[in-house]
């Protein structure tokens, strides 16, 4: 989630373009749209930065709740 800060950073100042944004954010929810990365974010890392970076992962979060997306990686042909 460091990474994820740091480029919210650069995009507040203008140095990542929206497309660019859009995609880390997808990264991030890679990493916390499973039900463990979840807990870590919300009972861990959510108090180490600040309130603004912490609203917009809740709510991204929110949106996707568990979609567990490493299941969907490893079922997508429908193949276990």
Do not use: C
């Amino acid at each position: 989630m460091e990474n994820r800060y740091f480029e919210y950073r650069q995009y507040k100042n203008g140095l990542l373009s929206e497309e660019e944004w859009q995609a880390r954010l997808f990264i991030a929810l890679e990493n916390h749209g499973i039900r463990r990365g979840q807990q870590w974010w919300f009972k861990v890392g959510r108090k180490l930065y600040p309130p603004d970076f912490v609203d917009l992962i809740d709510n991204l979060l929110r949106n996707e709740t568990h979609i567990d997306i490493y299941k969907l990686f490893a079922t997508w042909d429908g193949e276990e």
